[in-house]
């Protein structure tokens, strides 16, 4: 069951869904159920919400987001806690974590690692000064950075010259982790690979206006990890 909080039809909703559905089974082995025919107001929505205990797979946008729709109240101390324990509960696809531990493990050849992630939007200097304070904080010479992959040249340059030891995509590349595989054609799954990455660092900063970032940072939260936020 896909229990969208949509009310609004929106354009090219339904054939983009099926893209998607498409490529996650191609991708990653999982079918998604076929598109139900979406809610136009709220009475559908909850509608459809009040029978989900009789589905066996539940897919819900966001429970916060939900609440608003439908005109409910969800005190800030609750919201947070539901949010923890989602993410309490969330673990990714075999074949990503598999991926994930090769290249974590040759990052711990030397020591504890931060990870963070690297915007075009991010201040050099603000991202160097913030990277070189947590390093001081805690000790730690390992960085790995999560960037898009058209900023290499320009990550390298920036943070080399203040880390000792760092590590990109282009590390699990060099070693023959990815070969020909599908991590080492779709950006989509790598992402999720350097998630994963992120979410067992000992450190991570974020970047405060990035989805990747934010999902990272609540899931460190929720097991009460470090965080910082460039």
Not at 65 to 72: G, N, P, R, T
Not at 206 to 221: G, L, Q, T
Request: aromatic share 12%; with cysteine; hydrophobic share 40%.
């Amino acid at each position: 069951m896909l229990a969208e909080p949509q009310v609004i039809r929106r354009e090219g909703y339904e054939s983009n869904y099926n893209m998607a559905k498409e490529r996650l089974l191609e991708q990653t082995g999982i079918d998604l159920p076929r598109l139900p025919p979406i809610p136009s107001n709220k009475e559908d929505v909850l509608t459809r919400y009040r029978s989900v205990n009789n589905k066996p797979c539940l897919s819900m946008f966001s429970a916060n987001e939900f609440a608003k729709l439908v005109d409910l109240e969800i005190p800030e101390t609750l919201q947070e806690k539901l949010k923890k324990i989602v993410h309490k509960h969330l673990t990714r696809a075999p074949a990503i974590k598999e991926v994930a531990n090769k290249l974590i493990e040759y990052i711990q050849y030397y020591g504890k690692f931060i990870s963070i992630e690297y915007s075009a939007h991010v201040e050099r200097e603000q991202f160097i000064s913030s990277l070189s304070k947590a390093m001081k904080k805690h000790n730690i010479d390992c960085v790995y950075v999560s960037h898009p992959f058209f900023l290499s040249a320009e990550v390298e340059n920036a943070v080399r010259a203040v880390v000792p030891h760092m590590f990109t995509y282009k590390n699990a590349i060099a070693v023959g982790m990815l070969g020909d595989s599908k991590f080492a054609r779709e950006k989509y799954l790598w992402t999720l690979v350097e998630q994963e990455i992120a979410f067992r660092s000992d450190v991570f900063i974020a970047y405060d206006h990035s989805s990747f970032s934010s999902f990272v940072s609540d899931e460190r939260e929720a097991f009460d990890k470090t965080n910082y936020v460039l």
